[in-house]
């Protein structure tokens, strides 16, 4: 999360009148810009979780034999309410905007969140320069107009339907994550870019338990190849692999992968 309070030095010590205007008057004529302060990105998230109310929620009926781990619905029900992880989006939508193939489409690409949880995700992929009639969300869970109910296994759209698909740390819900993959790789168009964020953690399955965990029994991930095999030989690049530094494998952590699938000039 990108903010200024406790920072040695600053640019901007306070907002002067003439500032202030200038500021209020451009937020008035681009609203959505306003998703570009990541702190009121996720704050506007908050408030529309408030608004919205626990009984006002979507729960997607999984199929009897979906792969999807158990207490994953309750897990993430538990933490939309609680707010958890509200800042974390931003850090896989960030990173897809410095992507120049991205960069240079990014009002025409077409956008999936798998599993954002809330719309917090959308604002920024929003603030990033996506435009917000190009992005779905898909979640087992949902509050918004944006994100559908639906199982990452077997999702309810139809084939190339988007250049750029986000999993951000939603593969650990899966007893079969090849089965996620390979449903990724349909819905993706050729040369697709794929977002992947998978937790990292050095505990066991009974020390997560311990701890409380409802998923501690979830796919683990250790490297960025981990996720890279799920995908077979369909990765043409990887633009981003930001793997766990030796000196920090005994902490919780974040394992994030960005590459692009094969497309006509791969063949």
Known sequence: MIITAGNQGYVLKELNQQLLMAVVQYLQANPDEIFHIPHICTSVAELR?????????????ADENSPVIEN????????????????????????????????????????????????????????????????????????????ETGDMHQMPFEDDSFDVIILGWVLAYSDDPARAASEVMRVAAPDAVIAVGCAYTPFSEEELMAQGSLVAHGGKYNSADDILRLFEDQVARVYLRDEIHPDDREESDGIKVIFQLKGPSDS
């Open 49 to 61: 979780i408030d608004q919205v109310g626990r009984e006002n929620i979507r729960i997607h009926a």
């Open 72 to 147: 994953a619905v309750e897990h993430n029900l538990k933490n939309l309410i609680g707010k958890v992880s509200m800042s974390r989006p931003l850090v896989l939508s960030m990173a897809l905007r410095s992507i120049s193939w991205v960069s240079r489409r990014i009002k025409k690409l077409r956008v999936l969140t798998i599993g954002p949880r809330t719309e917090a995700e959308i604002f920024m992929l929003i603030a990033c320069g996506f435009d917000p009639a190009n992005i779905k969300g898909l979640d087992l869970i949902s509050y918004s107009d944006f994100i």
